[in-house]
């Protein structure tokens, strides 16, 4: 008995020295928020005030040293977050993953990124201040790197610390600048189309903007699968482990619609969810400089920033900025191509990509003069038709430091209009707003036009010339609008209006959101901020009303059941909004993924239908489609001898949605409600293993909003009718010049990206309900609410 309670007094004892071990260790995990420390290369001391919710507030007495600063404590709460992004663009995500991150190493590494990047670095002026502050910046990074408590995720993977560098910077904005365009999901697939069936059948699907109607205001050969880069791509995007950028929307209301007199800016990117989150806020104060920004890990100037003087913020343009180009090899010599002036040879690169646990793999790059060849960068994809990808990115001066630091430090509207011009890839719509009651947003990106009759949606002839890019047009011919006379300036990732005729082609969103903005800030002059924080959550489609009743006038009612009956009802009341206990969005979504399948699916095949399904053409067609009571897509090419109408699709998608919601959700309507089948749970990629998933995850929530409201909590159409949330606002911000000091923002988890962080999740139930937090600039309400960091110099 004596022996068995020794053994048990034994085993308690190391119960309790493994859990004191375990929080020992998980104390030392966490950031330090208050205290002294020091850092190399600072001029003088250097005070970090970090606030109720984790934002770092640094006081400095010059801007070298508050960049410095910013390096450390970014780097304190985001070095896993950083690392990732850096490894994306070069192909290194396989020696930290194994095989897992093979296809994604070997697709970004061939696409001329790195190349791109080691070019723009070349050019850089050594002596200019964004060239410098990056440095200080880098600097700070790797003296956290070098003295700071290694994150979990490092010690999980055995990653081995390595320095960061000017490139790493750039190929993080590389990788940001390829995630934003849509060419590579939508060209290939179209052009699958067309061969398979024929120009007819993309006649219905507005390829050449005809669904566009809310505009932004400016003041056959033989059938390849060609749609397999369009799958590959957007496998590896959905799959990555850092999320692409999608969409936005942002609205700037000048002096005559806002109740002060003052410009009110508003501005919330949509980027898929992730945990951490995208944005690390920080706000940075010397005698010269105050800007409070959201950074990008890893980079060293915001995207999303305001001062006392001016705000500003993006939105994706989705112009078309990538073109493919099928070459033609010289029979009987794959190493030469077809050119206007003869056979070139390719150009030919080797990489070596390494692979944790296994075996290095050496991939062979080649490259004619459109750009990288596709086809040994992808799977499936026949080397005999070689595919080029032709990418204004790595094909433009890239200018990318100046710019986001001529963004952020603008002096005059006109000052910040030079920056915007230096962006040649991706295409953005800069928003703007100031104290001196200016608005104004601008497209970004290098614009330009093929002869007359090329389509780019199509895979183009790269052996003629003759679809090769003929005139880059000049930065006055992009779309902008600068004060308009209608008091306002918006987007919402929808087509511009032509510039002198000319409707710039893109992967424009359906004009839902945009439609929502300009009717509501249309309908009123007296918007304050507590108007326009209502207004960003807004739940509410202007469009899907107008489908419901098109469905129903479209199909055949005359017999159904009571649940049908019931089902029927509820959508002819609904006003379009998505809330929590709303049913009609259940019953909508159903129906229209059904419908959506009936008629596409049976000419596509299903990846291709769902691939489809992820396109702005996909989104678009929704509301466009049933009003087309010809359209060659309502016949089912599998059904021999019947032709089916629209009717018939309609009915027969109803009649399936009510049926499949009944199995889902029970047999009473009342119960199916929206935040049932709508949820959000912010993803970590440690958190893919089940036994890390409640350390790393944040969620799951029922999630209000949905695809194409202002509140774009968007979502991919499946079979089961569980809608998990992909991804949406990646911040709401809302800057008030007539309160400037109690303006306010929300981020969806929270500012660290250390799980032992108190800052880990905190605004995640505030961000979901639609609140707000201040971003705060008064410095005596700073110091009261925040714990204090004195970083001072190292003597060496």
Partial sequence: MRRIKKILLVLFVLIIVIAIGLLTYIFHLKPKYEGESELKNLQAPT??????????????DSEKDAMTTLGYVHAQERLWQMELLRRIAPGKLSEIFGAVGLKNDMFFSGIGIEEASAKAISKLDKNSQSYLLTLAYLDGINQYLDEGVTPIEFTLLGIKKEKFTLKDVYNIFGYMSFSFAMAQKTDPLLTDIRNKYGAEYLKDLGINGEFNTTQIKSSKESSKEYAIIAKSVAALLDKSPIPPFVGSNSWVAGPGKTKSGKVIFANDPHIGYSQPGTWYEAHIITPKHELYGCYLAGTPFPLLAHNRSYAYGLTMFENDDIDFYQEKNKEGDSNQYHTPNGFVKYETLKKIIKVKDSSDVVLTLKSSRHGPVMNNLLERLDSKNPIAMSWIYTQQPIQILDAVYGLSHAKSKEDFKKAVQLIAAPGLNVMYGDAKGNVAWWATGKLYKHNQGVN????????????????????????????????????????????????????????????????LMDAKSDWDKEAISKMIYDNTSPIAPGVVQD????????????????????????????????IAPT???KW??????????????SDNFNLFLGTSL?????????????SLWWDNIKTKNVKETRDEIV?????????????????????????????????????????????????????PGSNEVINNQFFGYNEDGKYYVKGGPSTRRIVDFSDIENSWSILPTGQSGNPFSKHYDDQAKMFNEGKFRKMKLNKEEIVKTSTKLVFKPRLE
């Avoid at 005070?47 to 400095?60: K, S």
């Avoid at 049908?564 to 379009?576: F, R, V």
């Avoid at 996909?618 to 489609?625: H, R, S, V």
């Fill in 456 to 519: 780019s949606f199509f895979i183009l002839d790269g052996a003629s010339g003759k679809d090769d890019i003929t005139e880059y047009l000049d930065f006055s011919k992009n779309p902008s609008a600068e004060n308009p006379l209608w008091g306002y300036v918006y987007s919402a990732n929808n087509q511009p209006e032509p510039i002198d005729g000319y409707l710039y082609p893109g992967y424009y969103l359906p004009e839902d959101r945009a439609k929502r903005i300009s009717s």
């Fill in 592 to 605: 229209i993924y059904l419908y959506l399948k009936n008629t596409f699916e049976d000419e596509m095949g």
């Fill in 618 to 630: 996909g989104k678009q067609i929704i509301a466009k489609q049933i009003e087309n009571k010809n």
């Fill in 651 to 703: 009915s027969k998608s109803f009649h399936e949605a009510v049926s499949s919601l009944q199995k889902q959700l029970g047999n009473s309507v009342s119960d199916w409600n929206w935040g049932k089948i709508h949820t959000v749970e912010h993803e970590h990629p440690m958190g893919k293993v089940a036994a890390l998933r409640k350390l790393f995850n944040v969620g799951a929530f029922a999630s």
């Fill in 551 to 582: 469905l129903i006038s479209a199909g055949n009612f005359t017999s159904l059941n009571s649940v049908e009956k019931n089902a029927i009802d509820i959508l002819k009341s609904w006003k379009g909004t998505h809330n929590l206990n709303d």
């Fill in 47 to 60: 005070t970090v005030y970090f606030d109720d919710f984790g934002v770092p507030h640094i006081y400095a």
């Fill in 587 to 589: 019953i909508y979504n």
